[in-house]
């Protein structure tokens, strides 16, 4: 953000789980925000999530390249209006791919088990086209929404996890892969933001217990919090 006094920096949180303040500037923020708006509308678009208990999700949610429903994925909105889900676009799979570069660093040089300037890859990189980002999960959150811990644990590939925060600023609380207790810490997800978890941190519990209400950015035009989170399936032909 302009005018920081101390600029938030880049902070590895725990080996595979990484934060990057500030990744998408004020425009690209609100591209994506325009997206979200359009992917929000019926057919297939923003829905309530009921979990197997009988419970409900506070954040609604709408997803692009195959539908995730408590707990597993489909081609259509099972659990919403049945409508075919909504395709992933090239330019946010492209996302994805950039997201996990800005987090881990460039991928090694192909082939290589030498590394000639002594970078290594620390994690599984999705850089083939069968590693693509192929899914995407919008969750919006307003009033006192929030997302219990959980694993993301319905992909068959390790690939990592992107998530990409706009609007209201949120504390996000990034555990171990054991259980939902502690050890966990606490980071603040503002608008613009990028969290990348992969390798170690690939099925570590994370969740959302607060929202912080008018923390938006005033020109983006959000009231509450959106967040992007990027997958990849490797799920072959995909589900039925
Ligand atoms: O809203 C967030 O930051 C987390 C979302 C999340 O964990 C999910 O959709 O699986
Ligand atoms: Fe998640």
Not at 107 to 116: C, K, R, Y
Not at 149 to 156: I, N, P, Q, S, T
Request: net charge neutral.
């Amino acid at each position: 953000m302009d005018g920081e006094l101390f600029p938030r920096e880049r902070t590895e949180i725990t080996p595979g789980a990484v934060h990057v303040p500030d990744w998408l500037g004020p425009e690209r923020q609100r591209e994506l925000l325009d997206a979200c708006r359009a992917w929000a509308r019926p057919p297939a678009g923003l829905r309530t999530v009921r979990t197997p208990g009988g419970g409900t999700m506070t954040a609604r949610q709408v997803c692009l390249g195959l539908h995730w429903y408590p707990y597993g994925y489909a081609r259509t909105a099972v659990d919403g209006d049945g409508a075919p889900v909504k395709p992933m676009p090239g330019w946010l799979a492209e996302l994805g791919r950039e997201a996990v570069v800005a987090a881990y660093g460039p991928p090694p040089p192909s082939g290589a088990g030498a590394h000639p300037d002594g970078h290594r890859a620390p994690y599984p990189y999705p850089y083939t086209d069968a590693e693509a980002y192929d899914i995407a999960l919008i969750n919006f959150y307003d009033g006192d929404s929030r997302m219990g811990m959980h694993r993301d644990a319905e992909e068959e590939s390790g690939a990592p996890v992107v998530s990409l925060s706009l609007g209201d600023t949120c504390v996000f609380r990034f555990g171990n892969t054991a259980s939902r207790g502690r050890p966990y810490q606490d980071v603040r997800l503002r608008s613009g933001d990028l969290f990348v978890f992969g390798g170690p941190a690939r099925l570590a519990y994370h969740g959302v217990p607060k929202v912080l209400p008018g923390t938006a950015p005033p020109g983006l035009g959000l009231t509450g919090r959106l967040n992007v989170t990027l997958r990849v399936g490797g799920l072959g032909t995909g589900p039925d």
